[in-house]
């Protein structure tokens, strides 16, 4: 998708995928920092290591606690941070500028992916991980009418909502299954990606058939065990896909200033997930 991306702003770059683990993480990014790379994505674990590890947090990075894209920047002798693409020699000061583009792909996805415009709405969220606590805070920003979070571990999804009731005092936050209907069912667990795994909602606690829309954040494989089961139900359903697609696009617009070309990186991204 990326490379789909570059190629159609005729950029002399590569993206590639590097594995690194956890304890590595802030060697590597000194040394893409060092080797004069333009940028990183990065995913789990290391978007909320990296929020203490990067020079600097945009505003995004800052207000959703989490770095999922990093931009390099140089300064010459005493002037201002210019992205790293500006430069045609390694400047005399670097730095990792860190962002977050996760959280506004999420509305976007949702509301191109299942028509769901989410003012008013209401939402039962599965997980409280890094990826659930994004999404819950950007879903209370838009002003959906109730949220509800499960997880594993109930004083996680109580730390999110206690920090939903700190930064929108007037959201209703619950940390139970809903006993109502719900407009929409988001799975940011990682529960879909085996293909033995359970479902991630209980369903003698919750049927998918008191929801409108079901939205799972794993987008391979393209269609898990949650939305099958939401399918079966009567549910719109969607992958994660979107979300990938829109993140990646703004993370290529933070690169190179320039639009995306997001057409060309959506086929890319669609023939590798759904091959064609």
């Not at 000194?30 to 940028?39: D, L, R, S, W, Y």
């Not at 049927?207 to 399918?231: C, F, H, N, Q, W």
Request: aromatic residues 6%; glycine residues 10%; hydrophobic residues 45%.
């Amino acid at each position: 998708m990326q490379n789909a991306g570059i190629a159609g702003l005729a950029l002399n770059w590569r993206y590639l995928a590097c594995e690194v683990a956890p304890e590595d993480l802030r060697a590597a990014l000194e040394g893409a920092k060092a080797m004069n790379f333009i940028g990183l994505n990065l995913t789990v674990p290391h978007k909320l290591l990296a929020v203490a590890l990067v020079d600097a947090l945009d505003d995004s990075a800052r207000e959703w606690g989490a770095v999922n894209t990093v931009r390099f920047e140089g300064r010459e002798q005493g002037g201002t941070w210019r992205p790293m693409r500006e430069f045609a020699e390694r400047p005399p000061e670097a730095r990792s500028h860190g962002f977050n583009t996760d959280a506004d792909a999420i509305v976007r996805s949702l509301r191109e992916d299942l028509s769901l415009e989410l003012p008013g709405t209401k939402v039962l969220i599965l997980g409280a991980g890094g990826a659930g606590r994004t999404a819950a805070l950007r879903l209370a920003r838009e002003g959906v009418s109730e949220l509800f979070l499960v997880n594993r571990t109930a004083a996680k999804a109580a730390e999110v909502a206690g920090e939903i009731r700190r930064r929108n005092p007037a959201a209703k936050v619950s940390t139970a299954y809903p006993q109502c209907t719900v407009d929409l069912v988001l799975n940011a667990t990682s529960l879909g990606l085996g293909t033995g795994d359970a479902l991630p909602v209980d369903e003698r606690q919750f049927s998918l058939g008191r929801a409108g829309a079901v939205y799972d954040m794993i987008y391979r494989p393209a269609e898990t065990a949650l939305l099958k089961a939401a399918k079966a139900a009567g549910c719109r359903a969607a992958n994660g896909a979107g979300m990938l697609l829109h993140q990646g696009a703004r993370a290529l617009e933070l690169w190179s200033g320039r639009t995306a070309p997001i057409e060309a990186m959506r086929r890319a991204l669609h023939e590798s997930i759904y091959g064609i």
